[in-house]
């Protein structure tokens, strides 16, 4: 930044020389200065290039690449054993890809994460979490323990008030406040999943990953789930999901990615995906496809 006195009147001559010469480049820096903060403010919420992740002896994920933009809807579908619980792990950097040239990961044009940062970021709901979370500990607990990346509150933990006030908030916002003191081994499957959701949404992330979603859940429960999903979609939350069950994707679900073997196999918009050859490929077996009030649903 230049700071520059008025000059005298006899210098006009001068000063429209140095304006008319100094412009186009004082021009070109702000405009560059413009450029690179569009590109910060463009970066992806995550972008995988070439990635590969080990799991025991197996190639789990196998040049991998996926690139996913702040707010948008998109789910990965494919069979059991094709990577997806590795790609969920990779994520949430409990996996780490192997060290390859031109292979890389970031999020939110980062390479590197404090961990508890990054749930600041993506949130993850998964069924492994469910397991661990039914217990005697109350719904309040449950959802404030996401501030500590635990299931529960433990006597070293000292929530302060307003980690109380944002779960309130999160279980209002689901529905859920009158779980506040119930214990989540008395709550059913439905009212356990959304207690999860509620604890992921304390951090206020921009993205939530669903890992399974309907896993456990009678038909009520999954219609109540997907009628959270889409509230959470509109409200301008990222929907990543991750599941085998084309039932699962809500009509706000722009984009399909079809994951075999740690590959991908194809990605784009949901109605070109989401075909009968596709997802008989996919899965091994010969389906047909229908569709109604803008979800899809397979017959064998």
Same mark, same amino acid.
Not at 228 to 257: F, N
């Given at each position: 930044?230049?700071?520059?006195?008025?000059?005298?009147?006899?210098?006009?001559?001068?000063?429209?020389?140095?304006?008319?010469?100094?412009?186009?480049?004082?021009?070109?820096?702000?405009?560059?200065?413009?450029?690179?903060?569009?590109?910060?403010?463009?970066?992806?919420?995550?972008?995988? +290039?070439?990635?590969?992740?080990?799991?025991?002896?197996?190639?789990? &994920?196998?040049?991998?690449?996926?690139?996913?933009?702040?707010? @948008?809807?998109?789910?990965?579908?494919?069979?059991?054993?094709?990577? +997806?619980?590795?790609?969920?792990?990779?994520?949430?950097?409990?996996?780490?890809?192997?060290?390859?040239?031109?292979?890389?990961?970031?999020?939110?044009?980062?390479?590197?994460?404090?961990?508890? @940062?990054?749930?600041?970021?993506?949130?993850?709901?998964?069924?492994?979490?469910?397991?661990?979370?039914?217990?005697?500990?109350? *719904?309040?607990?449950?959802?404030?323990?996401?501030?500590?990346?635990?299931?529960?509150?433990?006597?070293?933990?000292?929530?302060?008030?307003?980690?109380?006030?944002?779960? @309130?908030?999160?279980?209002?916002?689901?529905?859920?406040?009158?779980?506040?003191?119930?214990?989540?081994?008395?709550?059913?499957?439905?009212?356990?999943?959304?207690?999860?959701?509620?604890?992921?949404?304390?951090?206020?992330?921009?993205?939530?990953?669903?890992?399974?979603?309907?896993?456990?859940?009678?038909?009520?429960?999954?219609?109540?789930?997907?009628?959270?999903?889409? @509230?959470?979609?509109? !409200?301008?939350?990222?929907?990543?999901?991750?599941?085998?069950?084309?039932?699962?994707?809500?009509?706000?679900?722009?984009?399909?990615?079809?994951?075999?073997?740690?590959?991908?196999?194809?990605? *784009?918009?949901?109605?070109?995906?989401?075909?009968?050859?596709?997802?008989?490929?996919?899965?091994?077996?010969?389906? +047909?496809?229908? !569709?109604?009030?803008?979800?899809?649903?397979? &017959?064998?």
């Amino acid at each position: 930044m230049f700071a520059c006195n008025t000059p005298p009147r006899e210098a006009g001559t001068s000063v429209l020389v140095f304006a008319s010469f100094f412009a186009p480049i004082l021009a070109a820096g702000f405009a560059e200065g413009k450029l690179s903060n569009m590109k910060k403010r463009a970066a992806p919420l995550l972008e995988m +290039k070439n990635i590969s992740v080990m799991r025991g002896g197996n190639l789990a &994920l196998d040049r991998f690449s996926l690139r996913i933009d702040v707010g @948008e809807h998109l789910c990965i579908l494919g069979p059991n054993g094709c990577g +997806k619980s590795t790609l969920i792990r990779t994520l949430a950097r409990e996996n780490y890809p192997l060290v390859r040239e031109g292979s890389s990961m970031r999020i939110l044009g980062r390479s590197l994460w404090n961990v508890f @940062e990054l749930r600041s970021q993506l949130g993850i709901v998964s069924p492994d979490l469910l397991t661990a979370c039914t217990s005697d500990a109350t *719904g309040l607990d449950v959802v404030v323990s996401g501030f500590f990346s635990s299931t529960r509150i433990f006597p070293n933990h000292h929530p302060e008030a307003e980690h109380r006030r944002r779960a @309130e908030t999160a279980m209002e916002r689901l529905k859920i406040a009158h779980l506040a003191g119930r214990a989540v081994a008395e709550m059913s499957s439905g009212e356990a999943k959304r207690t999860l959701i509620a604890r992921a949404l304390v951090h206020e992330p921009r993205t939530l990953l669903f890992d399974e979603p309907s896993n456990a859940l009678d038909i009520a429960g999954q219609v109540a789930l997907r009628e959270t999903l889409r @509230e959470l979609a509109q !409200s301008g939350l990222g929907i990543l999901l991750v599941t085998h069950h084309v039932s699962e994707i809500i009509p706000e679900i722009a984009r399909v990615v079809l994951l075999q073997k740690g590959r991908v196999v194809a990605d *784009g918009p949901k109605p070109r995906v989401l075909t009968g050859a596709r997802l008989s490929s996919l899965f091994g077996l010969s389906v +047909k496809l229908t !569709s109604a009030d803008g979800y899809y649903h397979v &017959l064998a």
